[in-house]
């Protein structure tokens, strides 16, 4: 899940938050940036992040009342957090993985390093969840809304689980048969080009103006949720 990944980088420092986010973003990451804890707090409210790159000493609040406080909301709870800190010693790095983060990274720091407890931490996530994301389509299962980028795309009950079932395999290729029977009840009496329809519906919900089609046709053998060729 390290691919397109979203992180948000909380962070006071402006030089070291470039540098962050320049590199992670080379890497192909999903990058937000905030420089203080009510800044994150709101941004993460509005849409929760993959991964959070937190920085202890924060204006306002601290890097640590953040984590607390995302710890103790339900929909927050789960969001892995790597704590940044000029603090090393060892019972800093306690207190900040007794307050909820997963992992303390000590400043200064090598980019390779951090590369390496990003993607460490990615790696644990589950391949689904409540929200499912790709590219800049972000689908919440408990909502059951569907947004691009932010914007939130009306979808009937079958486009739905047609694209609720391609981003859980984004890449691979679905004959008519396969997407017939994840998105239509077994009972139904459906005809295979009742597919392409609904496929034809769903790309002209979740593309609007300049935006790529997501949703790759290969002929004779199905579609796919996929990032289009340049």
């Known amino acids: 899940m390290t691919h397109n990944a979203s992180i948000l980088v909380v962070e006071d ?5 470039r540098l962050i986010c320049y590199n992670l973003e080379k890497q192909g990451y999903d990058v937000r940036l905030a420089g203080d804890g009510h800044t994150a707090l709101d941004q993460i409210s509005r849409r929760i992040p993959d991964l959070v790159l937190l920085d202890w000493m924060l204006p306002s609040i601290s890097g640590l009342e953040v984590c607390r406080q995302l710890r103790e909301q339900p929909k927050t709870k789960s969001i892995p957090i790597i704590m940044l800190s000029a603090r090393g010693q060892e019972t800093d790095s306690v207190r900040g993985l007794e307050i909820g983060a997963d992992d303390y990274l000590i400043k200064p720091f090598g980019m390779e390093t951090l590369f390496a407890r990003v993607k460490a931490m990615l790696r644990r996530l589950p391949p689904s969840g409540n929200v499912l994301k790709f590219d800049a389509l972000v689908l919440d299962r408990v909502a059951h809304k569907v947004e691009r980028n ?4 009306p979808l009937g009950p079958t486009e739905y ?6 981003m859980t395999h984004p890449g691979q290729v679905f004959s008519r048969e396969e997407l017939l029977e994840q998105a239509w009840e077994r009972s139904s009496c459906v005809e295979l080009r009742t597919v392409d329809v609904h496929i034809r519906r769903l790309r002209q919900t979740l593309n609007a103006g300049d935006e790529k089609d997501l949703i790759r046709t290969v002929r004779a053998r199905g579609y796919a ?6």
């Open 13 to 17: 420092d402006p030089a070291l938050s």
């Open 150 to 153: 932010g914007r939130l795309l």
């Open 161 to 166: 689980r047609l694209l609720e079932f391609l």
């Open 225 to 230: 949720l996929d990032m289009p060729q340049d």
